[in-house]
């Protein structure tokens, strides 16, 4: 097989550079967070409805912050989805700029501090004991979905500032 530029060479991916891997921790992770900010807020209701105790204030905040992170990942989905959707389109908007562009971007830079705040939360909860063995796992699931999403934003530098310099 001969190619149109003899001076170009193919060198085949790893497997951590593989284009599938990183869509599927993309999706994987938005997933996550976007079940977690569904479902946190209706344990809390149906909690609350039983009459059940409260949690400490800081397992309230630990899981507020999933809930704000998974519906910053779903609004983030949705604008790269729709930057990705045309792809003559998207070729312009990444030379010439695009407000979409830029709110992926900006979703993007928010995204990080939370990401470390669920991973945080999930520490405490394991530490301190919030929560049942259930509670505990599937909110470490959703820091693991978080850490995933966030790496694969920083990986194809769609964060913004402050967050450029994360870039690998």
Known sequence: ????????????????????????????????LLLAAIAFPATALVRRLRGAPTHPRAARAARTTAVVAGLIAAALAAAL????????????????????????TVLGAALVPLTLGVVAGAIAAWL??????????????????????????????????????LTW
């Not at 505990?136 to 450029?164: E, H, K």
Request: glycine residues 10%; hydrophobic residues 50%; charged residues 10%.
């Open 1 to 32: 097989m001969s190619s149109a530029t003899p001076s170009t060479a193919y060198e085949p991916l790893t497997w951590r550079q593989s284009p599938a891997l990183h869509f599927g921790l993309l999706g994987a992770g938005a997933g996550v």
């Open 81 to 104: 989805a729709a930057v990705v959707a045309d792809g003559n389109a998207m070729m312009e908007a990444v030379p010439l700029g695009s407000p979409l562009l830029t709110t992926v």
């Open 128 to 165: 301190r004991g919030w929560w049942n063995i259930t509670g505990r796992i599937l909110f470490t699931v959703t820091a693991a979905g978080a850490v995933a999403m966030a790496s694969m934003l920083l990986q194809y530098r769609l964060v913004g500032a402050p967050f450029d310099w």
